[in-house]
């Protein structure tokens, strides 16, 4: 699998420091590991989530489950570029991969287009979940 080669007018940087900084908000009192998302919707606007942990660990909410929550809530539209931090509090975060659930999410949201940096560079969704389950199979 070789890396997206990178559209120069895209900036991640920028969308890396809004990830870190939804990272920032995150409550993780039980693994003080925080993580922060960020992407970028077909409109243009920026939506951002971090994770919420609980008592009930099984119960905690992933920074990704929070973005696409916001998503919707804020009008919907298809993710096309996203990033995930993270790192033990009071580190800096890093750019971490999508768990399996979240990145379900992400193939729903974001199709097989939607590009993702990860911890190997630049990918599309469709080299990050290839095969994917969707809605077309419930056709």
């Known amino acids: 699998m070789s890396p997206v080669a990178p559209d120069e007018t895209f900036d991640w940087d920028a969308l890396t420091a809004h990830a870190v900084e939804a990272s920032r908000r995150a409550y993780a009192p039980y693994s003080s590991f925080a993580v922060g998302a ?28 929070g973005l696409v929550s916001r998503l919707h809530i804020e009008g919907g539209g298809r993710l096309t570029h996203f990033v995930c931090v993270g790192g033990k509090v009071g580190t800096d975060p890093v750019v971490v991969m999508p768990c399996g659930r979240c990145r379900q999410l ?7 287009d939607m590009e993702i940096m990860t911890v190997s560079g630049l990918r599309r969704m469709s080299e990050v979940l290839p095969d994917a389950f969707g809605p077309d199979d419930l056709a």
Do not use: Q, S
């Not at 992400?106 to 097989?112: H, I, P, R, S």
């Open 106 to 112: 992400l193939w729903e949201n974001g199709g097989a």
């Open 38 to 65: 960020a992407a970028i919707v077909d409109d243009g606007r920026l939506v951002t989530g971090c994770n919420v942990e609980n008592a009930a660990y099984g119960v905690a909410l992933c920074a990704e489950c």
